[in-house]
Each structure stands twice: as structure tokens, then as C-alpha cells.
């Protein structure tokens, strides 16, 4: 088998590794250095182009276990990672220059591996074919794939609302209803307010910091999914009329309709989080914490994910993907990284590993649903919910069986500890070696 590779980011990379290992050759197609994107500098392959952070590595955090579970795997990007590593504090971050030039020095001496310099603007004939693009995807690729997928199943931009996790509500003050009693009374948690602390909360939206959008990226917001600050700035009804509208709502506590209120949708099957609904929004995170904290049952709510608003083209995967997650419209063309719906730099190494470990040894070897890996492809094939770019969050795997565990670093641990364990057949199964074993 030959398989061709299109993008030389991280995904694109993980995967042309991962398929080489496994004895395929490979063709990586990457447009650098002939063309660059406007967000790009270096020449060489897998550039971070925003942070220069893999974000947290303990293993109470849902990334931590991921990037665990990826050095276990043999990954190419947590291996290249380490080599160029830099002090900070509980993250895992990267000299950048270190970092491109060593993932470039092993895919080039890769003898399996070979590397073509230019531009892809069409769905190219080759199968096995993976799309391992990137949000900055060009114009003219993107078009190709809203004609194969769909108009409707391919966004141009993320706008993402806030995730918190269930246990951080407060239901003293928080109530489940629906609408008029539709849909069942645990479809929604609703956070009521009065008037006095819904002028509050606009007054804060319209003060905080936002995020500027870069030079390269001309902002196009949809109307059904504005920024809740395009919609405060509109007028100060505008939220309450909008996603905070009080309509079909009691609050048990006074037996009345609330002024406004925040309503929360279930997240997950296991309904570990909930979304704030209509809640997407380009506030700095630390504004987003501050001002969505004065909202009633959320005082203290941890976020499992915060809001943005960013060019990031994607595919609507639950509905695109067939079940080997090639694109349903056209067996043998996989996706693979953000292109797919992924969020992050780990993310997208992990999507870009699963399907090189799918496309070799078939779709029996998807990693365990217990599993930070497995919990992230699925997400990709979840069609009960309204899909949207996520990092990997522990809502994506499912709870502990029995007792609940009340303190929440300790309950994680223990989810880190069973992917561990469940993981451990799985890496047997397809042949992989420990990155650390290579870095040592």
C-alpha cells in the first residue's frame, strides 16, 4: 500500500510517521517553502504557528493523559517534543526552531517517507489519500471540499461556547427545565437572573478584553452564531432576547419567570459538562472566567473548555465521516488534525496518529473508548449532538463505575490510571515503542 499525505503540520506528520513505521510508503505533499500562509515563517515542517505550548502534563488533566497515552504509542511529535522541550512550570512547551527542525531531520531521513514541495488546491486522485490541512486550509482546497461534503457540513470559522463541568454548578441557585416543559426537565440547567445582575453581567461583556482577529484573518461572523459581544454591543436587550430569553422558564425558588437566564446543554452522554448555549465569544479566557463567574450557580465553575471565535476550517465529522472516518462522499480520502475537528496541537497529533494506526491495520484498531485517544476519535463520530471543534476533555471518556469520587483531582487520576491499564493491550496490538525508551 501507498498512501499520500497532504500537509506538513503536525497531524500531517504524526500520520506520514506513524504509516512509515508500519511499512507503507508515503508521499507528503507540503506547500513550504515555495508558498506560506500568512500565519506561517519557517521553512521546515510541524511549525507552531500560535502558542509555543502543549498545554498542561500532569495527568489530571485530560491533555496530560493524552500526551501520555501518545509517548506510549511511539508518537513522532511527543518524541521530537521532548528533544526540544523548555522550562514551564506544569506545561509542556517547545523551543519552536528546535522543534520544526527535528520533526523535519526525521521525516527527511525516513527512507519510506518521500516529500514533495508544492500546492494542493484539489481532492487528488491517489487512495489511500489523507486531508491533514490545517485551519488555514486554502481557498481553493476548501472550496473543493464544501463541493464533496457539502456547503452546509464545512465552517469557515470556530465559534465555540464555554464548557463547564457538572460538578462545579451550583444547584442551589441553578434549576433543570426545559422550554414549556419540553424535551424533559434534565435537557437544560438554567441560571436565572434579575434585572439588577443581568445589567451587571452586559456591562461586564461590553468592558472585558477581547481578541483581535490577526491580519490574515477577515472575520465573517454568521448571524445564527454571533459573539455575544457583537450581540450586547447591538443593544442592551439584545441577550434577552436572544440566547438569555427567560420564555417557558419557572424558577422553582420563586415560582416566577426569571428577568433572564443562562441555559446550560449537556455536553457529553454522561452529562459530566455542560455548554453555555449561544455563548461563543472572543473575550480574553481570563475576562471569560471573571465575567461568566458572575452568572447564578456558576461562582465557582470550572471550565473544561473556554469560548473563541478564529478561522479554523473544518468538516461537520459526524455527519461527513463514514464509520472508517474516511469522508462519506469520498471513500479513501481521510482527514486528519483540526481539519477533522479537532482542537490543539496534541489533538491534531493524536487524530493524525489514530488514522495512520486505522488505515494500516484496519478499523478494529481504534483505541479503547476508556482511553484519552479513543474518547477523541468517537467525539469525531458523535452525531446525538450539535458538532463543534473541541480539545480532549474528560467528558469524552466515560465515568468511573460505581461510587462516585467526590474530590475531583483524585476522580481524574483514576480515569488517567484505567486508560493506562486499558490502553496497554491496544499499544501490544500495534506494535508500537515508548517514545521515552527513544529519547533516553
Known amino acids: 500500500m501507498e498512501v499520500m499525505v497532504v500537509g506538513g503540520g503536525l497531524a ?7 504509516l512509515a513505521e508500519r511499512g507503507v510508503e508515503v508521499t507528503l505533499v507540503e506547500q513550504k517553502p515555495a508558498r506560506k500562509t500568512p500565519a506561517q515563517s519557517l521553512d521546515g515542517l510541524a511549525e507552531l504557528v500560535c502558542s509555543n505550548s502543549f498545554r498542561g502534563a500532569d495527568l489530571s488533566n485530560a491533555v496530560g493523559l493524552l500526551k501520555e497515552e501518545l509517548r506510549r504509542a511511539g508518537s513522532l511529535i511527543m518524541s521530537a517534543g521532548e528533544v526540544a522541550r523548555v522550562p514551564a512550570g506544569g506545561a ?10 527535528e520533526v523535519t531531520r526525521r521525516i527527511d531521513a525516513h527512507p519510506r517517507i518521500t516529500r514533495e514541495h508544492r500546492e494542493v488546491t484539489a481532492i487528488e486522485d491517489a487512495r489511500p489519500l489523507v486531508l491533514a490541512t ?8 476548501a472550496a473543493e471540499l464544501a463541493r464533496t461534503v457539502g456547503a452546509e457540513h464545512l465552517a469557515y470559522y470556530d465559534a465555540i461556547a464555554p464548557v463547564v463541568t457538572a460538578d462545579s454548578i451550583d444547584f442551589d441557585k441553578a434549576f433543570k427545565q426545559s422550554r414549556y416543559d419540553k424535551g424533559g426537565d434534565a435537557a437544560y440547567v438554567n441560571c436565572p437572573m434579575s434585572r439588577e445582575e443581568y445589567d451587571a453581567f452586559i456591562a461586564a461583556i461590553l468592558e472585558a478584553e477581547k481578541v483581535e482577529p490577526k491580519g490574515f ?8 452564531c454571533l459573539p455575544i459581544e457583537v450581540m450586547a454591543e447591538r443593544g442592551p436587550l439584545t441577550l434577552a432576547h436572544g440566547p438569555m430569553k427567560p420564555v417557558g422558564l419557572t424558577d422553582p425558588r420563586t415560582g416566577a ?19 453555555l448555549v449561544g455563548f461563543q465569544t472572543r473575550m480574553k479566557w481570563p475576562d471569560q472566567k471573571r465575567v461568566f463567574r458572575m452568572i ?33 462522499a469520498a471513500p479513501g480520502v481521510y482527514l486528519a ?32 473508548e476508556t482511553t ?17 471543534p473541541s480539545n480532549v476533555m474528560w467528558s469524552m471518556v466515560p465515568p468511573l463505575p460505581g461510587r462516585k469520587i467526590r474530590k475531583r483531582r483524585m476522580r481524574r487520576e483514576k480515569l488517567a490510571e484505567r486508560a493506562l491499564e486499558d490502553l496497554a493491550p491496544w499499544l501490544e496490538a500495534i506494535g508500537a515503542a515508548d517514545v521515552r525508551a527513544e529519547v533516553a
Open 257 to 275: 419567570r426569571p428577568y433572564a437566564v443562562v441555559q446550560l446543554r449537556q455536553e457529553d452522554k454522561h452529562a459530566t459538562a455542560w455548554n
Open 296 to 328: 447564578p450557580g456558576l461562582e465557582d465553575a470550572e471550565f473544561a473548555r473556554l469560548g473563541s471565535v478564529h478561522r479554523n476550517t473544518y468538516v461537520d465529522s459526524p455527519r461527513a465521516l463514514a464509520d472508517d472516518f474516511s469522508l462519506a
Open 372 to 388: 484519552a485517544l479513543g474518547g477523541l476519535m468517537r467525539h469525531l463520530r458523535d452525531r446525538d449532538k450539535v458538532f463543534a
Open 337 to 368: 488534525g483540526q481539519v477533522s475537528g479537532v482542537e490543539g496541537y496534541v489533538e491534531s497529533a493524536a487524530s493524525g496518529l489514530v488514522i495512520a494506526v486505522l488505515l494500516s491495520l484496519g478499523l478494529d484498531a481504534l483505541p479503547p
Open 92 to 101: 509542556f512547551a517547545v523551543d519552536r526552531e528546535v522543534f520544526s527542525a
Open 134 to 141: 490545517g485551519p488555514l486550509t486554502s481557498d481553493a482546497l
Open 217 to 224: 484573518e477577515e472575520v465573517k461572523y454568521f448571524e445564527g
Open 12 to 18: 500531517g506528520c504524526e500520520c506520514a510517521w506513524q
